[in-house]
């Protein structure tokens, strides 16, 4: 019986290390850079912004396939709406995201690298390149954004149909059912600890 206990234990710890150490996005660069691009807008009498969680995702996956290059390799970081990311495995991010690409095509993604993300270089980013001309578009209406590493990626959404980021399924339960699974089997794991 002790030996059960103890094997409890264990799984009980491995449990608290495993929800502890579950991914946690780190959002703060990403809020700070959505309040940045909409007070920038709000200097051209634009709409702010609205988050778009499909777009979020997108900007997430594609942060990811970013995150191991240096910035210096912007090999496929720059794009114009219309056309698709020189990605490979681009049609494999979208479908991860619950996303089809006749539903994205007319949004635009931008992604840039900015050495420790300092808020104020990645802002100039976005307001002093040619990424200007679609921040200071009207036709967007929300954005998706997402930080790893060094990278940023920016993702804008428009009102319509085709640039809307609507989901053919919803895709943003996953990460959320992985976390109660950790939970859940905390407390299984508490309980089966507590009546051995
Ligand atoms: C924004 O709107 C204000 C008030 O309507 C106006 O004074 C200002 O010139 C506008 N700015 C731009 C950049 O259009
Ligand atoms: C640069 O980016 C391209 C396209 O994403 C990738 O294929 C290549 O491996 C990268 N090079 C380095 C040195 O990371
Ligand atoms: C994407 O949407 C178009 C039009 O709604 C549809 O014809 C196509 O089958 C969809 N593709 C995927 C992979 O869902
Ligand atoms: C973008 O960030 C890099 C790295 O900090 C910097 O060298 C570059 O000047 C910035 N570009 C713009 C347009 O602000
Ligand atoms: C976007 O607007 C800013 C502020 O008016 C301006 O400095 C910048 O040149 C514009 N960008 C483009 C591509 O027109």
Redesign the pocket.
């Known amino acids: 019986m002790v030996s059960l206990r103890s094997h409890l234990v264990t799984l009980l710890l491995l449990q608290v290390i495993l929800l502890l150490s579950h991914p946690v996005k780190s959002d703060d660069e990403d809020k700070r850079l959505l309040q940045d691009i909409n007070s920038y807008r709000a200097t051209l009498n634009l709409s702010a912004l609205t988050e778009n969680d499909n777009a979020d995702c997108l900007a997430g996956e594609m942060a990811d396939?970013?995150k191991?290059?240096?910035c210096t390799?912007?090999?496929?970081?720059n794009t114009v709406p219309g056309t698709e990311m020189?990605?490979a495995n681009y049609p494999d991010l979208l479908n991860h995201c619950h996303l089809n690409v006749s539903n994205t095509r007319d949004g635009v993604i931008m992604p840039a690298c900015v050495p420790d993300l300092v808020p104020s270089l990645v802002l100039a980013n976005f307001t002093g390149s040619q990424y200007s001309s679609y921040l200071n578009d009207s036709k967007y209406t929300g954005a998706g954004i997402s930080s790893e590493g060094d990278w940023i990626v920016v993702i804008l959404t428009t009102n319509t149909p085709e640039g809307s980021y609507a989901t053919y399924k919803s895709a943003s339960v996953v990460p959320k059912a992985g976390m109660l699974f950790h939970l859940f089997s905390l407390f299984l794991g508490l309980f089966l600890a507590l009546i051995s």
């Open positions: 396939q970013f191991n290059q240096p390799n912007s090999t496929g970081a020189q990605l």
